[in-house]
């Protein structure tokens, strides 16, 4: 029987009049890929702000692996194995990319609070940053500045700071936008390459990426579930189709 | 990597041999330039590693020097215990007032520690019976430690006052230099960032504050012991201010940068108090002039020019960076 | 009965002064988001310039205009020479302005000297006022009277007049201002000028109770910081609360504990903090 990883139960955001998310029942089962797509404004970056715990909910639950972590602090919710990219870059622009790294890496290890021993002599924690920049192919880029790196380069450097954590919830919000066609590639062979036993949360507005990555896909509108199903049902939805009429392509 | 040795020993040997060849006044110079360099060397770890810039700096100074002045002068107790009692009342006051500066967001931390400063200054300005009020507290005895060398002697504190001083400073070192370091940079950067990589950024944030005020208590004391004096203006904004003007001098983020700026700031103003009244002029211009034109102070600047040029010989060179010989955390 | 209505009042007329300051403090700060330290210092020196004048002329008014235009000048000047360009990088703006109010503080020993003086009292206001069981100096009075009627005249400023709606217009969204052909640069300078202006009137006002020497500027400055702390900053509103409440607390404080008045005046503003970090009615 498959576990279910993430459920949410009527989700609400409000700012105001404003209701961001309104009112958002999932249920995202271990190690499925799922995207969240949507037009601009659907509420999906705020979604995942909510399930991140930096943003606090209006209303409703968010329960991770049977736990309700609604009330729990983003580093408690890293702590239960959520992980987060960002739409916007949100690296460390002053520290060199193996600092970046670092930083990840000791994230959720008590050895973060050391304070005397110097933080390169670590040894295991210096070689869990290496194994994962060096699988991206930014270990020989340690000692550069954020600046230095490509666009490309540092959206990879976004997922690297993600899976240091060892999530067992990844959301990637958006992680090809802006990217080439052969950065886009090269990014959905490494969400597709990911530990299946990782659940990944997707938010794409490029469809390709999302039909090619993801299993499942729900749709928001105006902060609501407009639809949700496997690649083909959501395709063939008329309430979709007439969403995205003119905004894009299925 | 043997240049930054040799300059190094040749630094030690220097400060070793100083009270022996110069005059008096100077070494005195060169020791009020350790004390305060090691407050603001705290400072920096608060402002330049952490991105929290304390205007409140001095409280924790001043408090531990008037714990040593009080204890000392009004209940006899033995300047060892005073040492130590000082040291401790002014870890006690960061970890009081760190509770609401942390509780502040941006703007309002500098607000708040410049006003947390100043109300211990009213305190030790107007609880007269006990902190003797406008006169201070005159007459603190020599510090006393059992030894064969008396301190009572400048030049063997100034030895005291070195010793102390490179304690203090090889820990602050390893702590910029440990993972506990490395976060309060990550808090600096993106604290929302380090939030979702698992850190309780708060607590970090704490803890710093409660350390820089812990190693200016530390600061505090030593002072309190050579000058044999405390009053209400070791505790003013102007002394909160004097700091980070040293941070900045000297460049935020460098931990060795402030003591070079306290060296700028303790002998600029000998210089100038021998000729004019108008030390708080020239301190106000400095400090216009140092944000207009030299924001990253002399160590900050020196630091970018030498990365630039040690990446450029990288890219003439074409070879990547060795594997874990150059240590890419911050000195 | 009689002790605590005198105190009422002389709470009352500190917050007068304080709000003077406070709510160019946090004019400056909604608007420019610049922290300015120099602040105590305009204090100061409207005080110190409307000293002379009385003390030349014997003229009051004239000192008190001659104060607050001073302090506007050298507003401006402060700005628009330093500040402005520093837009966004707040840091540098408040040591700069740190720095300024050393220069200003020492500028002011250097030409009046360290001596205490008093502005005198303006002999129409000299005397005191029966109010019931008890005489009140009616300078006081009147003090109170010029608050009350500056915060109504700010508050009707803002919300009421066409100023009001470009100065919002202009905090609200700069680029969008600009966009709309809002001249926005006069305006900061000009609101600049405004808050020292009120800094300085502040300093004029208080000339004759609170005094005017060196270091009345470091005194009344984190008082105006506690003010802002606990109204919030960039609200009018909180600027005339926390006015209130740090004078009248003060007052008492001084009244009941004074050696340690200065330091327990910091207790509202803890509490506030740890209640509502941005402030009664903030917004951050």
Redesign the interface.
Same mark, same amino acid.
């Given at each position: 029987m498959s576990v279910v990883c993430l459920r949410t139960e009527g989700l609400r955001k409000h700012y105001g009049g404003l209701r961001a998310v309104d009112g958002v029942d999932l249920e995202v089962l271990e190690g499925e890929r799922r995207a969240i797509i949507g037009p601009n404004g659907a509420g999906k970056t705020t979604l995942f702000h909510l399930l991140s715990g930096e943003v606090p909910a209006s209303g409703g639950r968010i329960v991770l692996f049977g736990r309700d972590v609604t009330r729990l602090p983003p580093y408690r919710r890293t702590g239960l194995g959520i992980g987060r990219t960002y739409q916007v870059t949100n690296l460390f622009p002053r520290l060199s990319v193996l600092e970046n790294a670092l930083l990840a890496t000791f994230g959720l290890r008590p050895q973060k609070y050391d304070p005397f021993r110097p933080a390169l002599r670590h040894r295991e924690v210096l070689d869990e940053a290496r194994a994962l920049l060096e699988a991206f192919g930014l270990w020989d880029k340690r000692d550069w500045p954020i600046g230095s790196l490509s666009y490309g380069e540092q959206r990879q450097l976004e997922i690297v700071l993600a899976l240091a954590g060892q999530p067992r919830l990844l959301l990637l919000d958006e992680p090809t936008a802006g990217l080439s066609p052969a950065e886009t590639h090269a990014v959905t062979r490494i969400v597709r390459g990911l530990d299946p036993k990782i659940t990944v949360l997707l938010i794409e507005h490029d469809m390709d990426v999302a039909f090619q990555v993801a299993q499942r896909i729900t749709v928001l509108h105006f902060g609501r579930v407009l639809a949700e199903g496997t690649v083909d049902e959501v395709r063939g939805n008329p309430d979709v189709q007439a969403i995205y009429l003119g905004v894009g392509e299925l | 990597m043997a240049g930054r040795a040799l300059l190094w020993g040749v630094g030690v040997v220097a400060a070793l041999a100083l009270p022996q060849v110069v005059p008096l006044y100077f070494t005195h110079l060169v020791l009020l330039t350790m004390v305060y360099g090691l407050s603001a060397m705290s400072l920096d770890l608060l402002a330049g590693y952490t991105g929290l810039?304390s205007?409140g700096h001095a409280a924790y100074f001043g408090a531990a020097a008037y714990t040593v002045g009080i204890l000392t002068t009004h209940h006899h107790v033995a300047p060892a215990a005073a040492f130590g009692a000082g040291v401790l009342v002014a870890t006690l006051l960061a970890a009081a007032y760190g509770l609401?500066a942390t509780?502040?967001? #941006?703007? &309002?931390f500098? $607000? $708040?520690t410049? =006003?947390?400063g +100043? @109300?211990?200054w009213?305190?030790a &300005?107007?609880?007269? %019976?006990v902190t003797g009020g406008d006169n201070g507290l005159p007459g603190i005895p020599p510090l006393d430690l059992g030894l064969p060398w008396s301190l009572a002697d400048p030049r063997n504190y100034y030895y005291f006052v070195l010793l102390a001083f490179g304690l203090a400073a090889f820990?602050l070192y390893?702590?910029v *230099? %440990?993972?506990? #370091?490395?976060?309060l940079? @990550?808090i600096r950067? %993106?604290e #929302?960032? +380090?939030?979702?990589? #698992? &850190?309780?950024?708060w607590l970090h944030r704490y803890v710093a504050f409660v350390v820089a005020g812990a190693f200016a208590g530390f600061a505090g004391t030593l002072y309190a012991f050579h000058n044999r004096f405390v009053s209400p203006p070791d505790l003013?904004?102007?002394a909160s201010?004097e700091a980070?003007l040293m941070v $900045?001098l000297g460049g935020a983020g460098t931990l060795f940068g402030p003591l070079v700026g306290a060296g700028i700031v303790v002998f600029l103003r000998n210089l100038v108090s021998a000729y004019t *009244?108008?030390?708080?002029?020239i301190? @106000?211009?400095?400090?216009?002039l140092t944000?207009?034109y030299a924001?990253q102070g002399v160590a900050g600047g020196a630091r970018a020019v030498w990365q630039r040029t040690r990446r450029r010989a990288r890219a003439a060179e074409g070879a990547? =960076?060795e594997a @874990?010989k *150059?240590?890419?955390?911050q000195r | 009965m009689q002790f605590w209505l005198t105190q009422l009042l002389n709470g009352l007329s500190f917050a007068a002064l304080l709000f003077l300051l406070a709510s160019g403090l946090t004019l400056i700060f909604g608007l420019m988001r610049i922290v300015n330290i120099a602040h105590g210092s305009y204090y100061l020196l409207g005080a110190y310039v409307a000293l002379t004048v009385v003390q030349a002329t014997g003229n009051f008014l004239a000192a008190a205009l001659a104060g607050s235009l001073t302090v506007a000048a050298v507003g401006v000047v402060m700005q628009r020479a330093f500040l402005a360009r520093f837009y966004r990088a707040e840091q540098a703006q408040v040591l700069l302005t740190m720095g300024f109010s050393f220069i200003f503080a020492d500028l002011a020993l250097w030409i009046w000297g360290g001596d205490p003086h008093r502005i005198p009292t303006p002999s129409a206001l000299a005397g005191s006022v029966a109010l019931g069981p008890t005489f009140f100096p009616t300078y006081r009075l009147a003090v109170i009277a010029v608050g009350a009627a500056v915060a109504l005249f700010l508050w009707l400023l803002q919300e009421r007049t066409r100023l009001g709606a470009v100065v919002r217009a202009a905090v609200d969204d700069q680029e969008m201002a600009r966009g709309l052909g809002i001249h926005v640069d006069p305006v900061l300078t000009g609101m600049f000028a405004v808050g020292a202006a009120l800094a300085g009137f502040g300093g004029v006002m208080g000339g004759p109770f609170l005094g005017v020497y060196p270091g009345v500027d470091s005194e009344v400055l984190p008082l105006a910081f506690a003010v802002v702390i606990i109204g919030g900053l960039g609200s009018l509103k909180g600027a005339l609360v926390g006015s209130v409440l740090v004078g009248v607390l003060d007052n008492l404080g001084k009244a009941m504990f004074p050696e340690l008045s200065y330091f327990t005046l910091f207790v509202p503003m803890a509490v506030v903090l740890a209640i509502r970090p941005t402030g009664l009615f903030g917004r951050g």
């Open positions: - | 810039t205007f609401l509780r502040a967001v #941006g703007v &309002y500098l $607000i $708040i410049l =006003a947390l +100043m @109300g211990t009213g305190l &300005y107007r609880w007269s %019976s820990l390893r702590l *230099q %440990s993972p506990f #370091g490395l976060a940079r @990550g950067e %993106s #929302g960032r +380090m939030r979702m990589l #698992g &850190y309780n950024t003013h904004i102007a201010a980070v $900045i *009244q108008r030390w708080m002029l301190l @106000g211009v400095v400090f216009v944000v207009l924001p990547p =960076a @874990g *150059q240590p890419v955390v | -």
